[in-house]
């Protein structure tokens, strides 16, 4: 595996995602911001943070998968999410849960939450951008 999961002393540990990741593989591969559509292009889970979550997270897999990875290779993600606040977070960790059940695995890289005015769609609440490293 090409990606080591990290908690260095001295940083909080935050259940939700490592800290650090090393990448030791020599396969980059970045995966474009992925929304709540299903492979016909029709939004999931239309008002419901949660659902989309979970169909951004599935929709990463499923590119991982394309290229011969998984979640365990993601080096770091970058959520976007229309009109955070920290009231939110409570349902993108339930939509997280879900992806990872349905996915068999803990997505837990380093991520980094932002809050936008919108997206590119006004049905989408969130997009999910990822980078893993793979080994050749």
């Not at 995966?31 to 016909?40: E, F, N, P």
């Not at 409570?90 to 919108?118: D, I, S």
Request: proline content about 6%; overall charge negative; some cysteine.
């Amino acid at each position: 595996m090409a990606i080591t999961l990290v908690n260095p002393s001295g940083l909080p540990e935050i259940g939700a995602y490592r800290q650090v990741s090393v990448a030791t593989g020599s396969k980059l591969v970045f995966i474009a911001g992925q929304v709540a559509w299903d492979a016909d292009g029709a939004t999931v889970g239309a008002g419901d943070l949660a659902a989309q979550v979970e169909q951004c997270y599935v929709n990463i897999g499923t590119a991982l998968t394309a290229v011969g990875g998984t979640f365990e290779d993601v080096a770091k993600l970058t959520v976007y999410v229309v009109d955070w606040t920290p009231e939110k977070l409570p349902l993108f960790l339930e939509g997280v849960a879900r992806a990872a059940a349905r996915l068999g695995t803990t997505p837990v890289p380093p991520g980094t939450l932002v809050g936008v005015a919108a997206l590119d769609v006004p049905d989408h609440l969130v997009e999910v951008e990822a980078t893993a490293v793979l080994d050749s």
